[in-house]
């Protein structure tokens, strides 16, 4: 089947760094993107890696490993305004085509 | 350039009645996907539609159906509603799945409570 695990809940202060991981097991894998999601808002596309290596995009950067089906979203200089829900998704591949398959979800606190 | 627009944002719908949502994907947008997001299972996928046929499907059963039309925009339809079907529901669109740059563009959703 298909599977993502993120951990649910992670907490941090203003100007601090935090790494959201993602460990997923898909039966295809095309690339591992990352979303943003405020509490009432739509899911905001932030990054994807669809090789091996770390792909930097202002404050924000992710990671993925294929051979270890692992990757992760790196917050720096973290603000208030970056408190929200963070969802790891996967270009997936199952018997009717390709589909996005989500992570659970991580919620980020940011403290003051 | 207009974002992803769904309608109705919010309704209240009575078991065993059935309800149509509508989604406008951005301009020049062929591909529309919709989710079900619920706090429990977070965001699943329900189907997928390219130029107007359906390419891909999620584990959901029939009542939920969906539909593309000639210019992109979609519906889908619930049929005789559950209280387990209340979740958000979302609209994502992209030029042609996203296969390339793994970005989709979300509407804001359409949230459902069955009573």
């Known amino acids: 089947g298909q599977s993502l695990e993120q951990p649910s809940e992670v907490t941090a202060v203003e100007g601090a760094i935090v790494q959201i991981n993602c460990t997923y097991q898909?039966?295809?894998?095309?690339?591992l993107s990352w979303y943003q999601q405020h509490d009432g808002g739509a899911p905001t596309f932030l990054s994807y890696?669809?090789?091996?290596g770390l792909e930097e995009t202002g404050r924000f950067s992710s990671f993925l490993s294929r051979s270890d089906s692992y990757g992760y979203l790196l917050l720096q200089e973290l603000q208030m305004k970056d408190s929200a829900s963070y969802f790891c998704a996967v270009r997936d591949r199952d018997n009717y085509g390709q589909n996005f398959v989500f992570g659970p979800g991580t919620r980020l606190s940011v403290l003051p | 350039k207009a974002g992803v627009t769904q309608t109705p944002r919010y309704l209240i719908k009575t078991r065993g009645q059935q309800v149509t949502l509508s989604c406008s994907p951005i301009s020049g947008h062929r591909s529309v996907s919709w989710y079900q997001q619920t706090p429990g299972q977070g965001l699943q996928f329900l189907f997928e539609y390219f130029s107007e046929t359906q390419r891909n499907k999620g584990n959901f059963p029939g009542r939920f159906s969906g539909r593309q039309f000639s210019n992109s925009r979609s519906e889908m339809n619930v049929s005789t509603l559950e209280l387990g079907d209340s979740a958000l529901y979302l609209c994502?669109?992209?030029?042609?799945?996203?296969?390339?740059?793994?970005?989709?563009?979300f509407g804001e959703g359409s949230r459902l409570t069955v009573l």
């Open positions: 994502a669109s992209s030029l042609s799945g996203g296969e390339s740059t793994g970005e989709l563009f």
């Open positions: 898909t039966s295809g894998f095309y690339g």
């Open positions: 890696n669809a090789l091996d």
